[in-house]
Nanobody, 117 residues
Framework: VQLVESGGGLVQPGGSLRLSCFAS????????MRWYRQAPGKERELVAS????????NYADSVKGRFTISRDNAKNTVTLQMNSLKFEDTAVYYC???????????WGQGTQVTVSS
């Protein structure tokens, strides 16, 4: 199982970034996928989730209306489009899924997003 995030970087407040997560080693289309983030000194928090077929999404209140999660099951990819970025969005962003049968969370290596002027 492998989750590989990309797309992070440095952006000014109000800017946009698009994060991608490429998945391999499991049946991607069978799982809810999630994006989490962890800011320095803070706990990891759930940012957004999307069901296995992309018909239902959920967002943290702090990102509603600014972030959009989507997936392409043909490409084994989940994407997080982030608009109107704020200083407080600075964090390492992680792709995740949970395999209930094994009781195991799987994580990517993370991608750094820094919002700074």
């Amino acid at each position: 199982v492998q989750l590989v995030e990309s797309g992070g970087g440095l952006v000014q407040p109000g800017g946009s970034l698009r994060l991608s997560c490429f998945a391999s080693g499991f049946t991607f289309s069978s799982y809810v996928m999630r994006w989490y983030r962890q800011a320095p000194g803070k706990e990891r928090e759930l940012v957004a989730s999307i069901d296995s077929i992309g018909s239902s999404t959920n967002y943290a209140d702090s990102v509603k209306g600014r972030f959009t999660i989507s997936r392409d099951n043909a490409k084994n990819t989940v994407t997080l489009q982030m608009n109107s970025l704020k200083f407080e969005d600075t964090a390492v962003y992680y792709c995740n899924f949970y395999r209930r049968v094994a009781g195991t969370n799987y994580w990517g290596q993370g991608t750094q997003v820094t919002v700074s002027s």
